[in-house]
């Protein structure tokens, strides 16, 4: 009954998400499709801060140079597949979190979060500073990724409608993932890590190696949230990779809950509504922002995901604390 | 490059050292003491750029009367702050802390916003000061950088006499060990800190405001300086005023020759000398123990 009451929720939201797009306007389609992969960057993240036990600060380095990775290898004029483009641009994230992740894994805690943020400041001024993908205007997809099975085209990522069930399609994927993931004994490891790493090592774990291979994994799938916001904008700027966007994606996470897989989902969901809405009500949205955060933080400790636990609580206990 | 060039690069270098330190000291106080991870501290630089624009333009005239009002207002302002939102923080974790101050940085950009709009605006240099020193027959040196990097190495003096030869720098540092035994002893805490906190506050608005006549002021002019000033203190290593003042000086010559020497790469260059350093020392240059 218990898992009942907590898939049920669950089930009943993907349900909506399918129909979604058969009655909101174009314009609504695309913004969900944005909130849902920013909910995948943010779970990427939340194996790092949530399981892991690992602030990084510099996250959106492997959102960008996925995205950068896609405008870069699809040449003008010519067909891509996304057969090979959507691997190569994870491939590019992940290489390049796994070559960062050998010397920010030295460091720890306030360290760890600033050298993340140091060499993701590096990724963005060589892209912002050099030719190397069109300096500070960035650049334009010369054409979407094709996608074919079998000779016929299966999607068309020129259409927002296709592109929404695509994206859908891979946060679910992405999700399930990861939550079986997180069950192995892996997962498991990630967490003793998290909760004290010097026991980990006594036990003979090499957590420097687990360490690693979640960083990795964690930038290959913010990879894949580049990838998927590229294909839907159609255009890379080097602010993908500024720190306000390192920012944004930790507030999501921190907002949902961290250490749960729903709770990145429900603050990417509470981010993009709340931006939206406080931009249509008030020319200062950014002032309602701010205010919305700190009062998450003075009465919310434990982010989104914690409510139905505390309500719990509230009513076994009758109201008192 | 010939010797003249060389000069005005390494005045510039190090007055830009100078208030680097200014800014990162009062950041590496509040981290040190404070166990704080502050990321508005970059608007509190911008808040007393904003000032100064707000006293230049009508208030006060002359400039130590303007430094006056603004040390007062901003040591002030600091206290408030710290009493409302900062004396909650200090039992919780970092990642809190980052999401309250991250909320800080935005209702302060846009009450700026409100209250100045979005303009770059320009701060008058003080006539006394508006003239330049000739070097060669066509270089030359503004007065008022000079004033900049003097009044930062008064602060700095004053910081450093403060912490070392007085009673309440005996407390700052004692706390910084030890704040269990600090409060054991008798000593109000509470009070150490929201004094510790108006000082970090009046480093970083003091710095923004001489800085105003030279750089304007303009939105999101606190962004760049806190991240370079979270450089400089993982670099100096937490808590170490002293090693502020060699990583500001590391970075504020890596930034200016990297440049002259690499321009396409000088954004990238800071970061790398950060990275470098922490690869060879984890906690920073001057990390006790």
Same mark, same amino acid.
């Given at each position: 009954m218990a898992r009942f009451f907590r898939t049920f929720p669950m089930i009943a939201a993907l349900a909506v998400l399918l129909v979604f797009p058969m009655f909101g306007q174009i314009f609504y389609t695309e913004l969900v499709a944005k909130t849902l992969i920013l909910a995948i960057f943010a779970m990427s993240l939340d194996l790092l801060v949530?399981? *892991?036990g690992l602030v990084s600060f510099g996250h959106a380095a492997y959102f960008g140079i996925a995205a950068y990775a896609v405008a870069l290898l699809t040449p003008a004029g010519a067909v891509n597949a996304i057969w090979w483009v959507l691997p190569a641009s994870v491939l590019a994230a992940a290489l390049a979190a796994l070559v960062i992740g050998v010397f920010v894994l030295r460091t720890k805690g306030i360290y760890f979060i600033m050298v993340t943020l140091a060499f993701a400041q590096m990724a963005f001024f060589l892209f912002h500073d050099t030719d190397l993908g069109g300096g500070s205007d960035g650049i334009f997809l010369n054409s979407k990724p094709t996608v074919t099975v079998f000779g016929q085209q +299966? #999607?068309? #990522?020129?259409n927002p409608t296709h592109i929404y069930y695509f994206v859908l399609a891979l946060t679910v994927t992405v999700y399930l993932l990861l939550r079986w993931l997180l069950k192995t004994s892996f997962g498991h490891i990630l967490i003793g890590i998290r909760s004290n790493e010097h026991r980990m090592v006594a036990m003979g774990y090499n957590t420097f190696h687990y360490k690693l291979a979640i960083f990795t994994i964690a930038g290959a799938l913010a990879g894949l949230a580049g990838f998927l916001q590229v294909v839907l904008t159609g255009f890379v700027t080097p602010e993908m990779l500024a720190w306000h966007q390192s920012g944004n994606v930790l507030l999501v996470v921190i907002l949902g809950g961290i250490? *749960? #897989?729903i709770g990145p989902v429900l603050g990417a969901f509470t981010f993009v509504a709340l931006q939206e809405f406080a931009q249509g009500l008030v020319a200062r949205w950014q002032l309602v922002m701010g205010i919305f955060v700190i009062l998450v933080v003075f009465a919310l400790?434990?982010? #989104? +995901? +914690?409510i139905p636990a505390r309500l719990r609580r509230r009513l076994v206990k009758g109201g008192g604390e | 490059m010939d010797i003249v060039s060389l000069l005005i690069q390494t005045l510039n270098a190090v007055q830009y050292g100078l208030v680097l330190f200014l800014v990162a000291s009062g950041l590496t106080l509040i981290f040190g003491i404070m166990r704080i991870i502050n990321l508005a501290h970059g608007s509190f630089y911008m808040i007393g750029a904003y000032m100064a624009f707000g006293l230049s333009s009508g208030i006060t005239e002359t400039l130590p009367a303007m430094i006056a009002v603004g040390l007062i207002l901003s040591f002030f302002i600091g206290f408030v702050l710290e009493w409302a939102f900062y004396a909650f923080l200090y039992q919780r974790e970092h990642l809190e802390q980052v999401l309250l101050t991250y909320g800080l940085i935005l209702v302060f950009e846009e009450l700026r916003s409100i209250l100045f709009g979005n303009d770059v605006l320009g701060v008058p240099v003080p006539e006394a000061l508006a003239g330049s020193i000739p070097l060669t027959d066509t270089l030359s040196y503004p007065v008022y950088l000079i004033f900049i990097s003097v009044a930062c190495l008064i602060m700095a003096g004053l910081l450093y006499y403060l912490i070392r030869h007085t009673r309440l720098g005996m407390m700052i540092r004692a706390g910084s060990h030890d704040r269990n035994m600090v409060q054991a002893l008798g000593i109000n805490i509470d009070l150490l800190f929201r004094i510790v906190f108006a000082i970090g506050f009046m480093l970083a608005a003091f710095s923004g405001m001489i800085s105003a006549p030279m750089t304007s002021v303009s939105p999101g002019m606190g962004n760049q300086v806190l991240i370079i000033s979270f450089v400089v203190v993982v670099i100096g290593g937490i808590g170490s005023v002293g090693g502020a003042m060699v990583a500001a000086m590391v970075i504020a010559f890596a930034d200016v020759f990297g440049k002259l020497l690499v321009p396409a790469y000088a954004g990238m260059f800071v970061y790398l000398v950060m990275a470098l350093v922490l690869l060879w020392r984890p906690e920073g240059i001057f990390r006790k123990g």
């Open positions: 949530g399981y *892991t +299966a #999607l068309s #990522l020129e250490g *749960t #897989l400790p434990g982010g #989104l +995901a +914690a | -």
